[in-house]
């Protein structure tokens, strides 16, 4: 397997994914798929949301059965390997108020983001407001050259059900 040096994690949800894969009316998701990778043999390991996002980031849900604001997790995580290694990450969230908000500020819905329910991220203020940013930094980022080596990006409420028109996702 090559060596990559950025992965992009996009989460999007509430859409079987036999919906878009192959369906003429997602050409801009399929055009993805086809040419960088899709996962074809996840499934989430709960229902409400949060139990899978943990389960996304850390291999484990921790007990977790809610979407709870609450339930801080101190656990090791996708985040704290990736920066074992020497490499960079961010998380950016659409419709997130300030970076490392904790708290729900719809459309933002802080089920969506498991890095802030990580004791070791949340807790930080430095390591977190570094890394748990507003999607709207995304662009800066981009156009600056400062992409980390992997980038995890959630949509808002609003924006969860990609579009099936070819335009792009956000």
């Given at each position: 397997m090559p060596a990559f040096s950025h992965v992009f994690v996009i989460v999007m949800e509430n859409e079987e994914s036999t919906s878009l894969i192959g369906n003429a009316s997602a050409p801009y998701i399929n055009s993805l798929a086809n040419s960088?990778?899709?996962?074809?043999?996840?499934?989430?390991?709960?229902?409400?949301?949060?139990?899978?996002?943990?389960?996304?980031?850390?291999?484990?849900?921790?007990?977790?059965?809610?979407?709870?604001?609450?339930?801080?997790?101190?656990?090791?995580?996708?985040?704290?390997?990736?920066?074992?290694?020497?490499?960079s990450w961010k998380a950016y969230l659409e419709g997130m108020p300030s970076a490392c908000f904790v708290g729900d500020a719809y459309p933002y819905m802080q089920k969506h983001n498991p890095w802030i329910y990580y004791n070791d991220i949340r807790t930080n203020a430095a390591r977190c407001n570094a890394h748990v940013v507003p999607f709207s930094q995304l662009g800066t980022d981009l156009a600056g050259g400062s992409m980390p080596n992997y980038v995890w990006i959630t949509p808002n409420m609003c924006s969860a059900t990609p579009p099936v028109d070819g335009s792009p996702l956000w």
């Open positions: 960088y990778g899709l996962a074809t043999q996840y499934y989430g390991v709960s229902h409400p949301s949060l139990p899978n996002y943990l389960a996304l980031t850390a291999g484990n849900t921790f007990g977790i059965t809610s979407d709870c604001t609450t339930c801080w997790v101190n656990a090791t995580n996708v985040a704290d390997q990736i920066e074992a290694s020497g490499r």
